[in-house]
Nanobody
Framework: QVQLVESGGGLVQAGGSLRLSCVAS????????MGWYRQAPGKQRELVAT???????NYADSVKGRFTISRDNPKSMVFLQMNSLKPEDTAVYYC?????????????WGQGTQVTVSS
């Protein structure tokens, strides 16, 4: 069974930094695109950043220049380095990945990790 597990969330003051990690576990053949999404209270889930298997990245305008997405393919991991954090970055952050396994091609979500930025 394929799972995505996030870590690295927490409470930080405005202007601070956090690094989120996500690892894919279970039995699978390969991982295509990976990404991070977030959902603030009362709002819809939104894209933060994505990265393809060969390293091409895409960012939401609101995080460009502050956040950096990266991945470690041999370890099946994706990271989100978040700098210059703002209170409006407060949300539950979810890892997402497109994964090939015996069950076919499917999109997976992690359970989420809370990021809280205090002013």
């Amino acid at each position: 069974q394929v799972q995505l597990v996030e870590s690295g969330g927490g409470l930080v003051q405005a202007g601070g930094s956090l690094r989120l990690s996500c690892v894919a576990s279970g039995s699978f053949f390969s991982i295509n695109a990976m990404g991070w999404y977030r959902q603030a209270p009362g709002k819809q889930r939104e894209l933060v950043a994505t990265i393809t298997s060969d390293g091409n990245t895409n960012y939401a305008d609101s995080v460009k220049g502050r956040f950096t997405i990266s991945r470690d393919n041999p370890k099946s991991m994706v990271f989100l380095q978040m700098n210059s954090l703002k209170p409006e970055d407060t949300a539950v952050y979810y890892c997402n990945a497109d994964i090939w396994s015996r069950q076919g091609f499917a999109n997976y979500w992690g359970q989420g990790t809370q990021v809280t930025v205090s002013s």
